[in-house]
């Protein structure tokens, strides 16, 4: 399966999605199996809580074209999102992933094979990062790595 990275940001808010991912016209599941998020604001001590959710309806944001890790696949079916103006529409009880941290350091995720946060194989349906607990506003970056 072809691997992709996928990156955006934005601003630290409660219920606020930083970055999704979904499932493009041809239906392929998708599966993160790599995350990293970071502050990119002058170091201070807010802390964060985030989580990773399957959805169901994309929500509106700005574009982000996903880039295949090895040149050599094909351009990736699934879609990305990010700095949404309408948040995607989240399937209730399905946290795939929670953490908090403080944005004095970033936070990795690292999936063991086979363990990797998947999405249902249905189009428009995939998965979004979001801020659920924000002390502060600043800028965030995330990177996602998945395959399809």
Same mark, same amino acid.
């Given at each position: 399966?072809?691997?992709?990275?996928?990156?955006?940001?934005?601003? =630290?808010?409660?219920?606020?999605?930083?970055?999704?991912?979904? *499932? /493009?016209a041809?239906?392929?599941?998708?599966?993160?199996? %790599?995350? $990293?998020?970071?502050?990119?604001?002058?170091? &201070?001590?807010?802390?964060?809580?985030?989580?990773?959710?399957?959805?169901?309806?994309? /929500?509106? +944001? $700005?574009? *982000?074209?996903?880039?295949?890790?090895?040149? &050599?696949?094909?351009?990736? *079916? /699934?879609? +990305? @999102?990010?700095?949404h103006?309408?948040?995607?529409?989240?399937?209730?009880?399905?946290? !795939?992933?929670?953490?908090?941290?403080?944005?004095? &350091?970033?936070?990795?995720? %690292? =999936?063991?094979?086979?363990?990797?946060?998947?999405?249902?194989?249905? !189009?428009?349906? /995939?998965?979004g990062?979001?801020?659920?607990?924000?002390? +502060?506003?600043?800028?965030?970056? =995330?990177? @996602?790595? %998945?395959?399809?």
């Amino acid at each position: 399966m072809p691997d992709y990275s996928v990156d955006g940001n934005q601003n =630290a808010a409660a219920s606020t999605t930083i970055l999704s991912i979904s *499932v /493009g016209a041809t239906v392929r599941r998708l599966a993160i199996f %790599y995350l $990293t998020i970071g502050s990119a604001a002058t170091p &201070a001590d807010q802390a964060n809580n985030c989580q990773v959710n399957r959805l169901t309806a994309d /929500g509106v +944001g $700005t574009a *982000v074209t996903p880039q295949a890790l090895d040149p &050599a696949e094909p351009a990736a *079916v /699934g879609t +990305g @999102l990010e700095d949404h103006t309408t948040e995607p529409t989240y399937t209730a009880n399905a946290v !795939l992933l929670s953490f908090s941290f403080n944005t004095r &350091a970033n936070y990795q995720f %690292y =999936a063991n094979p086979g363990r990797e946060l998947k999405s249902p194989g249905t !189009l428009s349906n /995939g998965l979004g990062l979001r801020f659920v607990v924000a002390t +502060g506003t600043q800028l965030h970056e =995330a990177t @996602l790595h %998945y395959f399809e």
